[in-house]
């Protein structure tokens, strides 16, 4: 069982960033890390993965070049940063871990509960 806890989301103005945060505890075995997003109405979607072993990236068109996931192996920690942040990125982020880094959620074994990001405009 793996358990994820996401931290680091709130309030921030159109152009700002945040840094959002995921510790990962329990069978940390996962080998694919991610970070999706839902907003109020529509479907949880890919935004970014990474590898556990290798670091390898994979990221949404819609956040390329304003985003960054990385890791901290050591201490078993997943971030996501975000610069230039747009109103529509406004959503509750979360952090999942699994098998392989693809863009499905269902692929996807475990999952956080979840961090609320407002981008005011």
């Known amino acids: 069982q793996v358990q994820l806890v996401e931290s680091g989301g709130g309030l921030v103005q159109a152009g700002g960033s945040l840094r959002l945060s995921c510790a990962a505890s329990g069978r940390t075995f996962s080998n694919a890390m991610g970070w999706f997003r839902q907003a109020p109405g529509k479907e949880r979607e890919f935004v970014a993965g990474i590898r556990w072993n290798g670091g390898s990236t994979v990221y949404a068109d819609s956040v390329l070049g304003r985003f960054t996931i990385s890791k901290d192996n050591a201490k078993n920690m997943m971030y996501l940063q975000m610069n230039s942040l747009k109103p529509e990125d406004t959503a509750v982020y979360y952090c999942?871990?699994?098998?392989?880094?693809?863009?499905?959620?269902?692929?996807?074994?475990?999952w956080g509960q979840g961090t609320q990001v407002t981008v005011s405009s």
């Open positions: 999942a871990a699994g098998r392989y880094v693809v863009r499905t959620a269902p692929a996807y074994d475990y």
